[in-house]
């Protein structure tokens, strides 16, 4: 490990599907905070779950200081979608991502957006 990478002290989070979260806690990101609230750094998107559960969550996620990025399944991304793309900072970053329902889309995803913007600028009218 690098020295970097050990004072970076950032998480990840993740908000998506059962499969997906387990994917990534079973990769080892889990965090459950010590406290009465006992904050955990993942959110299961269930049938029942609502958008605005979702952009609570996300909301929560980009408030917190230990989270640098943020993996988001593109499906529950379009649910929240504003929210998203009004989001610009650098950290945390937010990364879109495939899900079993949903393949990834590249011209939905807010950063993609960004980044093709910035190396393909519009052409001025002379």
Same mark, same amino acid.
């Given at each position: 490990?690098?020295?970097? $990478? ?17 994917? &990534? ?17 993942? &959110? ?14 996300? $909301?929560? &996620? ?20 504003? $929210? ?43």
């Amino acid at each position: 490990m690098s020295i970097n $990478t050990e004072t970076f002290d950032k998480l990840i989070a993740v908000i998506g599907d059962e499969d997906t979260c387990v994917g &990534f806690l079973l990769g080892g990101i889990g965090e459950v905070s010590d406290g009465e609230d006992r904050e955990r750094n993942f &959110f299961v998107v269930e049938q029942a779950t609502t958008a605005a559960e979702i952009a609570a969550c996300f $909301t929560k &996620f980009l408030k917190r200081p230990d989270i640098g990025i943020i993996l988001i399944n593109q499906i529950y991304a379009d649910m929240i979608r504003p $929210t998203v793309d009004a989001h610009l900072l650098p950290l945390p970053t937010v990364v879109e991502i495939p899900s079993k329902q949903q393949p990834y889309d590249a011209s939905k995803d807010s950063v993609m957006k960004r980044a093709y913007g910035i190396i393909n600028p519009p052409r001025r009218r002379h």
